[in-house]
């Protein structure tokens, strides 16, 4: 029986055995310690049977809870590399859109004056022309059932 509770121990580090009799028959609980976050990892096992019938089947049952618990162990721990190796992969795409979206600045836009100047009141006719332009361009292409036409911004 130690040699069962000895791999269940240095898995986990602790294990805590409670035993208590209930009338004729036994309660056994076995309580894996350790610093796991997860709940699962922290669940006893608890078994209760007369005191004949532990001694035949407490060895299987803690082969049993033992491998169960070992293999979801494996299995949180798998997640986690996992989840690690995504949170990083993240990060590192995050990382080169921002530097790529550094290096591509937007023109500052022209800045508009109060039209004393005779050079600016130039500019702001040239740039309504051209906003017209748009505009007509866009009306045209625009279907008649007022939805935008995507093939017809490009």
Do not use: Y
């Given at each position: 029986?130690?040699?069962?509770?000895?791999?269940?121990?240095?898995?986990?580090?602790?294990?805590?055995?409670?035993?208590?009799?209930a009338g004729?028959?036994?309660?056994v609980?076995?309580?894996?310690?350790?610093?796991?976050?997860?709940?699962a990892?922290?669940?006893?096992?608890?078994?209760?049977?007369?005191?004949?019938?532990?001694?035949?089947?407490?060895?299987?049952?803690?082969?049993?809870?033992?491998?169960?618990?070992?293999?979801?162990?494996?299995?949180?721990?798998?997640?986690?590399?996992?989840l690690?190796?995504?949170?990083?992969?993240?990060a590192?795409?995050?990382?080169?859109?921002?530097?790529?979206?550094?290096?591509?600045a937007?023109?500052?836009?022209?800045?508009?004056?109060?039209?004393?100047?005779?050079?600016?009141?130039?500019?702001?006719?040239?740039?309504?022309?051209?906003?017209?332009?748009?505009?007509?361009?866009?009306?045209?292409?625009a279907?008649?059932?007022?939805?935008?036409?995507?093939?017809?911004?490009?």
């Open positions: 029986m130690f040699q069962q509770l000895e791999a269940i121990v240095r898995e986990t580090s602790k294990v805590t055995l409670t035993l208590k009799m004729d028959q036994m309660a609980v076995v309580m894996p310690g350790g610093d796991s976050k997860e709940a990892l922290r669940q006893p096992l608890v078994l209760t049977a007369l005191p004949a019938e532990l001694d035949d089947g407490f060895v299987a049952a803690l082969q049993s809870f033992h491998g169960v618990h070992r293999s979801l162990a494996e299995q949180v721990s798998a997640t986690n590399e996992i690690q190796a995504a949170e990083k992969s993240q590192g795409k995050a990382q080169k859109a921002l530097s790529k979206g550094s290096k591509a937007l023109p500052a836009p022209a800045s508009v004056t109060d039209g004393d100047d005779e050079e600016s009141s130039d500019d702001d006719s040239d740039s309504a022309a051209k906003t017209a332009a748009v505009a007509a361009t866009s009306e045209a292409s279907p008649a059932d007022g939805k935008t036409d995507l093939f017809g911004l490009l």
